[in-house]
Structures are given as structure tokens and as C-alpha cells.
């Protein structure tokens, strides 16, 4: 899982940390759904829009982008993505945007057709070097930083985050939600690991573990790739028996692409 789509993931299930990044109120969130949105006619996409439950004229739509590389063509495209979006949906009337830089050297130098727009109150930029461990007091920031720390400090501050939800957080689904998360990114920043020893790592009780969305949808995407496996095992059995390769691709539900690699790999 890329850092951006952890991103976008955490403002999913938490949208209140948006917010509380461009100095709002977290309790805000309760007023946006987040979105999706596919631009029509154009390979744009916004991945991060928050859109008000209601129609209003006065309440924003906001637009979240989160840079993890050097994209020198990053203000172009998102700013087209928003005006355009703007554009399609013409009932928008107010909009704020939010840019999550993983620090300064990876932001673009291409800001001068844009300048007014940076320089505006509908735009803020965050770069996540600048949160120190100050961050970690809150449990929306904390998670945000979790993120771009390295492994040396990921563990011990992954547990002082599993504390803090576990010892503030009444709501069984919102302490879940903040559990999830965390044990998701430290999964990503040691991928090398097994579920079970993070866990471990983590200090967790893997019973609750195994209760989670995060580990049923692992046995899930376990279950697949090993139904796939065992259909992909079948490809040079069928090829002996005269079927073509698009004609085992239709039966087995796969692409052209995974039978001529398996034919291959079979060769080999």
C-alpha cells in the first residue's frame, strides 16, 4: 500500500483530521462525506474530496491532495482537477483545498501561474516534517506522523498511539477505526513482517487482532490469491488439452496477460 493511499484511507475513516491539519474544527467532519470523484472527459481524478452533507451556499467543498514524491507538474494538474470540478458542478459555490507535502524539497518550483492562489485562504499547505512529537499529544496528528516516521521510532510511538485510544477512546468503532490504522501503517513500514509479529511487536492481543476489518480483509485477499494460484496451476494442463489461451483466460476468469505468464513460467 503506497503512504498516499494510506492517506486518503485515513481520511475516510477519519475525516476529522483533515480538518484539525488546516486549524479547523475536528467536529466538522460531521457535516462532509468524503469522496471520489472522476472528472468526465478527462483522465482526472480527485481522490480526496469532502463534500457537505447538504446543500449550501455558503459551506465549502474542500479538496485534499497528499504529494509523497516530486510531481513537477503537480499545481497544473490540481488545479485543473479543480477547476474543472467547479465547472461540472456548478452548484459549488465556495471551495478550500488542502496539500500534504512530505516535506519542502519534494514541492514543485513551478508556483508562479499560481502564486495568487497559494498566497489565498483557500489554499494550505502542510509539510509533514514540520509536526514534531508534540503531534503525538493528539491522536488524529499523531497518526498523521506515525506515518513518515522511519522504523526506529515507528514501534514506539505505534504503542504510545495504541495507549492513548485504548485509555480516551470509549466508542468501541471509533478506538477500532484508530487501532486499524495504526497497525495498517506499521504493517506498510515493515512489510517484511508477518501480521502475528507485528502484533507482537505492538504489544496487542491477537484475539482482537483477528476481530478486526484489517485482518478479515487479509484472509480474504488470502483466499483469493490462493484460489488464483490453484487456477493459474491449471493453465498448462489446458493448454495440453488444445485450449487456446483466450479460452482458458474466459474459464478461469483471468487475463490473457496471467495465462501467457503461466505458460511461460510452466516452460521455464
Known sequence: MK?????YRLFLEMPGIYFQLIGQSPTLANSYQFHSVEIKQTAFRLDGVLVP?????????????VQMQK???????FFAEIFLYLYQYEETKHWQALVVFRNRKIETEDTQPYEALLN???VTRIYLEDLDDEAYDNLGLGIVKLIVEGQARAVQQAKVLVAKATAELADDTERQKVLELVKTIILYKFQDLEPEEVIEMLGMEMEEFKKSRLYQGMQRLARQECIEEGKLLTVPLLLELGLSVE?????????????QQAAQNQSN
Open 120 to 122: 489565498s485562504s483557500n
Open 53 to 65: 452533507n447538504t446543500e449550501s451556499q455558503t459551506t465549502p467543498v474542500h479538496f485534499g491532495e
Open 247 to 259: 479460452e482458458i483466460a474466459r474459464r478461469l476468469e483471468l487475463t490473457v496477460e496471467q495465462v
Open 71 to 77: 510531481d513537477t507538474a503537480f499545481y497544473r494538474r
Open 3 to 7: 503512504t498516499d493511499s494510506i492517506f
